[in-house]
């Protein structure tokens, strides 16, 4: 019986392991770190006293991978969010709240209220937004649409920059489209905002070890992989630094590592090769009971604020003009919007900064096609990760659909090996 080899125990490298323990393999997977979840992790902070996430990951109702891989896994339950689409906004500038609303259904009516609606815009200033749907595949947003207004200001920028982790002038507007074919354009019932609950991990990590596991998976933690051995058009040998491991003629192998790895590993293989930043903040202090679970910042550093029962967490993306800024410092001027936004009078609490240099790729035009599909030039070796082409940014259900993707390759092969 043919064995699947899986290298890489972040989210796309799970999907795979999933994917291919449903369809009936045997799957060993492999993990360099001492635990899975890869860049969407939780761990316990002693400087904070409480468990946190490296990141606030948000997804949106519309995920469909999403919602079909945790129903796998048994926690459809582990997302928590709003009934209806809602996404809460304060400007540091003015102090002015407000709320963007869209209606469940895909004909848009909310635009003609304007209690649903950026303040200041007329319903003519989104109809530009129709312009990303049909855009070139090497446009960029800010070449589509106009980036000096409002709308942009108050809406789309703080939006795209959480999608893209990106400058959202110069992001692909062709990824951008595709978020918002999946999202928007269908109606509020696809854009409901979902928060991982209580953490990442218990959402959509150690559920999925646990499932993986249950269903009789070899789940090896600790494992890096250090090369890969090649025989005409098949990998034959994965050379991890603990030993070498034979891979059977009709064995196939799902490479779910970052891209500067894979790589690293693959001959000739090419990937995107420039990163963007993302940094969060995280307090111990308890949310005020006013503060939205997620509100959106306009004029400071912070880009969106996250309430949770035992703290607030902030996330900037794009960041990379804070990756060496002094923590104490950022820290600080972050708790300051915080507390404006949120109407705190209370002097900084314990904090932690969490900067992850090489968080995504940039969702440029360029990069994007240097993303690789999921098949290679060697009949048995799949790639998986949100860095490959999902025709999808860097997102969670991109990450996931890769894994499938590859889970679905590596099944041909094993069955063609059969075959034959």
């Known amino acids: ?18 994917a291919l323990t449903k369809a009936g393999h045997a799957v060993t997977l492999s993990e360099a770190g001492p635990r899975a979840g890869g860049r969407c992790r939780s761990y316990h902070d002693p400087q904070l006293g409480l468990t946190i996430d490296n990141g606030n990951h948000l997804v949106l109702s519309g995920n469909a991978a999403v919602a ?3 129903a796998t896994i048994g926690a459809a339950d582990r997302l928590a969010g709003p009934a209806e689409a809602s996404f809460a906004f304060f400007d540091l500038r003015d102090g002015e709240r407000w709320r963007v609303a869209p209606n ?14 950026v303040p200041g815009t007329s319903v003519a200033d989104y109809l530009p937004l129709a312009r990303l749907l049909g855009a070139d595949a090497d446009a960029r947003i800010g070449d589509v649409i106009a980036t000096d207004t409002p709308l942009w200001e108050r809406l789309i920028a ?3 920059v ?28 696809a854009c409901r905002p979902r928060i991982a609950h209580p953490t990442l991990a218990a959402a959509f990590v150690d559920p999925a070890i646990a499932w993986l596991r249950s269903h009789g998976a070899d789940i090896r933690m600790g494992r890096r992989l250090k090369a890969l051995g090649f025989a005409g058009d098949r990998v034959e040998r994965l050379g991890f630094a603990d030993g070498a491991d034979a891979v059977a003629a009709d064995d196939p ?49 912070a880009e969106w604020i996250f309430a949770f029962p035992d703290r607030i967490s902030v996330t900037i993306s794009a960041a990379d003009r804070l990756c060496d800024e002094d923590r104490g410092a950022l820290a600080a001027r972050l708790w300051a919007e915080v507390a404006r936004a949120a109407g705190i009078d209370a002097p900084l609490p314990p904090w932690q900064i969490v900067r992850e240099r090489r968080a995504t ?7 994007d096609a240097r993303r690789p599909g999921a098949a290679t030039a060697w009949a048995n070796l799949m790639l998986a990760g ?13 990450a996931i659909r890769s894994g499938r993707t590859a889970a679905h390759l590596a099944g041909e092969v094993a069955r063609a090996h059969v075959s034959v």
């Not at 799902?254 to 995280?282: E, F, S």
């Not at 790729?361 to 990069?367: E, K, L, S, W, Y």
């Not at 949100?386 to 991109?398: V, Y």
């Open 386 to 398: 949100d860095w490959t082409r999902t025709g999808l940014p860097a997102t969670i259900e991109g």
């Open 1 to 18: 019986m043919a064995r699947a080899h899986v290298i890489g125990a972040g989210l796309a490298g799970l999907a795979a392991a999933i």
């Open 68 to 70: 079909d891989h945790l």
């Open 104 to 117: 469940g259904g895909p004909l848009p009516w909310w635009l003609f209220v304007p209690g649903r609606r």
């Open 361 to 367: 790729f940039a969702a440029t035009p360029d990069q």
């Open 162 to 189: 959480a999608v893209m982790n990106t400058p959202p002038a110069e992001a692909s507007a062709g990824l951008a489209a595709a978020v918002i074919r999946e999202t928007l354009a269908k109606g509020g019932r």
């Open 253 to 301: 192998v799902v490479l779910a590592v970052p891209a500067w790895m894979a790589a690293d590993l693959v001959p000739g293989l090419t990937v995107p090769d420039r990163h963007h930043a993302i940094v969060n903040a995280h307090f111990a202090f308890p949310p005020p009971p006013a503060l939205p679970p997620m509100l959106g910042v306009i004029g400071g550093t």
């Open 158 to 160: 703080p939006l795209m």
